[in-house]
């Protein structure tokens, strides 16, 4: 079943903060988060593998609530480096993998 | 070195022709996926692969065939194309629930 992606669209100037959240129906083993630049492929920030795991890499972080089945991806003080669409990818218990239906982010000066 | 490579990179053929992708991985992973990224950006898996053995076959047409003749390779062939097969298709591998690694797409159009 495929995660729903809030908002669809965000613009920001630098430094401004944002949160991507990402929801599931299903009951779900892991969260990855990855960021995909216009013409490229997606690449992968983070995984979250257990219910209440918080993650950060640099100004990027992510939380995982096991039992409301959702993630936030938490950017803070953007750069103009962290345009592009962001997808939250779930993993349910079924084994099944299913990619968000993403969130564009334009950084603006 | 490239760590997932798909080949070709774009494709334009008419409608009714068969074309065939190819998808390589020198990681070492188990697993190696297809997917499909539409006009709309939705990332789609159609299939994965786990230590050469077919794990997710999603609801696609019977006209598209993935073949994996070792654990290295994932190719996709794709019989009687349609104009609703454009899209850009990324073939992916992972370590098990690990980080996935994708090829850098390959961008079919059908005429």
């Known amino acids: 079943q495929q995660p729903v992606q809030s908002p669809q669209a965000v613009i920001l100037r630098e430094g401004e903060d944002a949160v991507i959240n990402c929801s599931s129906s299903k009951a779900l083993y892991s969260v990855h988060w990855y960021r995909q630049k216009h013409g490229e492929a997606p690449v992968f920030l983070m995984i979250?593998?257990?219910?209440?795991e918080q993650k950060g890499h640099e100004k990027i972080s992510a939380s995982f609530n096991e039992k409301k089945q959702q993630s936030s991806l938490y950017l803070t003080a953007s750069q103009l480096s962290y345009s592009g669409t962001y997808f939250c990818?779930?993993?349910?218990?079924?084994?099944?993998?299913?990619f968000g239906t993403g969130t564009s982010l334009t950084v603006i000066p | 070195d490239t760590a997932v490579s798909q080949t070709p990179k774009y494709l334009v053929t008419q409608m009714g022709n068969d074309k065939s992708i190819k998808c390589e991985q020198n990681?070492?992973?188990?697993?190696m996926y297809w997917y499909k990224q539409d006009s709309k950006k939705f990332l789609k898996i159609m299939f994965s692969?786990?230590?050469?053995?077919?794990?997710i076959n999603e609801t696609v047409p019977n006209r598209f065939s993935p073949k994996s003749p070792d654990k290295a390779h994932l190719n996709l062939h794709i019989n009687s194309l349609e104009l609703g097969d454009s899209a850009v298709y990324f073939c992916?591998?992972?370590?098990?629930?690990?980080?996935?690694?994708f090829g850098q797409g390959t961008r079919l159009t059908v005429v």
């Open positions: 692969y786990n230590n050469k053995e077919l794990i």
């Open positions: 990818g779930t993993e349910e218990k079924s084994n099944q993998f299913y």
């Open positions: 979250l593998l257990k219910g209440g």
């Open positions: 992916a591998s992972s370590q098990g629930p690990r980080e996935a690694f």
């Open positions: 990681l070492g992973h188990d697993t």
